[in-house]
């Protein structure tokens, strides 16, 4: 595929996502320490009572139907690995309760769902992957956590992750980005906004929101205040991963195509910025969660199972 839009958009709408069986899942509900809820899919297939069972974060309005969470479903069962995809508030189907949604930078949420699925599997080893905004806020947590984020999980990853917030966020808003991605993404985010104002009348403002045209405005009408930030500038400044990578003490993985339409370049991290715990990858293709291989008669369609076998071998050899 030509291009960081290309293999972002084939990867996500054409390429096949699994070499075996789709995957059928097991939906738990679980309960938030402040009372609200999240909905959490097993994989159904058989793996040891010892393997290491891997977690996958989604990104920004993802869910375990996206297709690395299905790619990544296939890879945990060619490999005997236990497999969940956690759902971030609002994204399994169902709205949530409490006057919040998710965002970015939610590192408590990602701690005590971690912390769960370590106490209720205490003979696997437990991996971590986080995609897009979900290894954003993985990476924010093992920075914040540092020494004790050892004691839960064995190695993680995080895949096409804007790990500075401000310049995804920027570049997410502009041209053809703007027309297409950002688009999409509000054509979610804004119903369930409202659903959210149903729900606690008067925590924002309906016809400002109405308004919003890119994700800027939506975080500074909603994803901000919501979440305890002042306005969009401070929500992508303080919950971006980017500043506390040198603080993570456990093995992580950073990969990042230069050619990703959502994440600059000039925005990726350095060897200095990321610290003798995490491995950059950053290569030259990939688009944003695409990375589409080759794949039947003419190459076509293709699939999108090379990039959670590299990035699960990765993490296997960490265990």
Same mark, same amino acid.
């Given at each position: 595929?030509?291009?960081?839009?290309?293999?972002?958009?084939?990867?996500?709408?054409?390429?096949?996502?699994?070499?075996?069986?789709?995957?059928?899942?097991?939906?738990?509900?679980?309960?938030?320490?402040?009372?609200?809820?999240?909905?959490?899919?097993?994989?159904?297939?058989?793996?040891?009572?010892?393997?290491?069972?891997?977690?996958?974060?989604?990104?920004?309005?993802?869910?375990?139907?996206?297709?690395?969470?299905?790619?990544?479903?296939?890879?945990?069962?060619?490999?005997?690995?236990?497999?969940?995809?956690?759902?971030?508030?609002?994204?399994?189907?169902?709205?949530?309760?409490?006057?919040?949604?998710?965002?970015?930078?939610?590192?408590?949420?990602?701690?005590?769902?971690?912390?769960?699925?370590?106490?209720?599997?205490?003979?696997?080893?437990?991996?971590?992957?986080?995609?897009?905004?979900?290894?954003?806020?993985?990476?924010?947590?093992?920075?914040?956590?540092?020494?004790?984020?050892?004691?839960?999980?064995?190695?993680?990853?995080?895949?096409?992750?804007?790990?500075?917030?401000?310049?995804?966020?920027?570049?997410?808003?502009?041209?053809?980005?703007?027309?297409?991605?950002?688009?999409?993404?509000?054509?979610?985010?804004?119903? &369930?906004?409202?659903? &959210?104002?149903?729900?606690?009348?008067?925590?924002?403002?309906?016809?400002?929101?109405?308004?919003?045209?890119?994700?800027?405005?939506?975080?500074?009408?909603?994803?901000?205040?919501?979440?305890?930030?002042?306005?969009?500038?401070?929500?992508?400044?303080?919950?971006?991963? &980017?500043?506390?990578?040198?603080?993570?003490?456990?093995?992580?993985?950073?990969?990042?195509?230069?050619?990703?339409?959502?994440?600059?370049?000039?925005?990726?991290?350095?060897?200095?910025?990321?610290?003798?715990?995490?491995?950059?990858?950053?290569?030259?293709?990939?688009?944003?969660?695409?990375?589409?291989?080759?794949?039947?008669?003419?190459?076509?369609?293709?699939?999108?199972?090379?990039?959670?076998?590299?990035?699960?071998?990765?993490?296997?050899?960490?265990?």
């Amino acid at each position: 595929m030509p291009g960081g839009n290309a293999q972002t958009i084939w990867a996500a709408r054409v390429a096949r996502r699994s070499f075996g069986a789709a995957p059928r899942w097991r939906r738990s509900r679980w309960s938030t320490p402040d009372g609200d809820f999240i909905d959490v899919d097993e994989a159904c297939h058989a793996s040891a009572s010892n393997a290491p069972l891997l977690v996958l974060f989604h990104g920004l309005e993802g869910s375990s139907a996206s297709q690395y969470a299905v790619a990544f479903a296939d890879f945990a069962a060619a490999h005997g690995l236990a497999y969940a995809v956690p759902h971030f508030r609002g994204c399994s189907g169902e709205i949530n309760h409490a006057p919040r949604a998710y965002h970015s930078g939610d590192f408590d949420e990602i701690d005590w769902i971690l912390r769960r699925f370590a106490l209720e599997h205490p003979g696997r080893p437990l991996l971590a992957v986080g995609v897009s905004l979900g290894g954003n806020a993985l990476m924010r947590w093992a920075g914040e956590t540092e020494q004790s984020a050892g004691r839960t999980v064995q190695a993680i990853a995080a895949v096409s992750s804007p790990l500075d917030l401000a310049a995804g966020g920027y570049a997410i808003g502009r041209g053809f980005n703007r027309m297409v991605y950002t688009r999409m993404f509000m054509g979610t985010m804004v119903p &369930k906004a409202l659903q &959210k104002l149903e729900q606690h009348p008067g925590l924002f403002q309906r016809e400002a929101l109405l308004g919003a045209r890119d994700l800027y405005e939506f975080d500074n009408l909603f994803t901000a205040p919501l979440h305890g930030f002042r306005d969009t500038l401070d929500y992508w400044t303080r919950a971006s991963a &980017k500043p506390v990578l040198h603080r993570i003490r456990v093995p992580a993985l950073a990969l990042n195509a230069r050619n990703d339409p959502f994440v600059p370049v000039s925005s990726l991290p350095t060897l200095q910025d990321a610290g003798s715990h995490v491995t950059l990858w950053q290569p030259a293709h990939g688009g944003h969660v695409g990375f589409p291989v080759s794949h039947g008669p003419f190459g076509v369609p293709g699939h999108v199972r090379g990039m959670p076998e590299a990035v699960g071998h990765w993490l296997l050899a960490h265990l």
